[in-house]
Each structure stands twice: as structure tokens, then as C-alpha cells.
């Protein structure tokens, strides 16, 4: 995951008072429970992508020889492969 608990949290907690701010979004009570449900879902989103990513990366080991020889670039497989992947499971990052 690219990033901390920290900037999470401050994510989420500026998701909700704009959404607030908007009139778009209203509670009874603290925001601090509804903070951390956007913080739930913003961690989740970030680790299926943690989990595409690991996916790619193994399958792209059967290839390290071509790109350890320079016949292949790493990184353009590596987003090729990411693209195909998407499309196939029906991700939305």
C-alpha cells in the first residue's frame, strides 16, 4: 500500500467534510465514525490493488530472463499485463 494510516485517515476525514460542506451528506452526532467507514473503504480499494499488483509480478517471474537480457521491458509488461488483468476481473481502481 503506497500509503500510510496517516494520510488515510486524512483522506477520509477530507472526503467527508466536503461531502458535508456540499449539503451532500448530514449526521447526527460525531463525524468521527463515519470518517473512519470512508477510511475502511479507501484501505480496502488500496489493497485489492496490492493484491493485482503482487498477481502481475508473479506472473511476470516466468519472464525474468528475458528482462534480465533486455529482450522485454519490465515495466511495459508489467502495465500490460496490470490492463489485461483489470479488464478480465472487472476492476475498478
Not at 473503504?41 to 503482487?54: G, S
Not at 519472464?63 to 483489470?86: H, P, T
Amino acid at each position: 500500500m503506497r500509503l500510510n494510516s496517516a494520510r488515510i485517515h486524512q483522506m477520509a476525514a477530507t472526503v467527508v467534510e466536503r461531502l458535508q460542506a456540499r449539503g451532500l451528506l448530514e449526521f447526527q452526532g460525531k463525524s468521527e465514525p463515519v470518517v473512519q467507514s470512508v477510511e475502511s473503504a479507501i484501505t480496502t480499494e488500496l489493497h485489492a490493488e496490492d493484491r493485482l499488483n503482487a498477481d502481475v509480478r508473479d506472473m511476470l517471474k516466468q519472464f525474468e530472463r528475458e528482462f534480465n537480457e533486455g529482450r522485454a521491458d519490465y515495466q511495459k509488461m508489467f502495465s500490460m499485463v496490470k490492463q489485461k488483468l483489470i479488464k478480465e476481473r472487472n476492476i475498478v481502481l
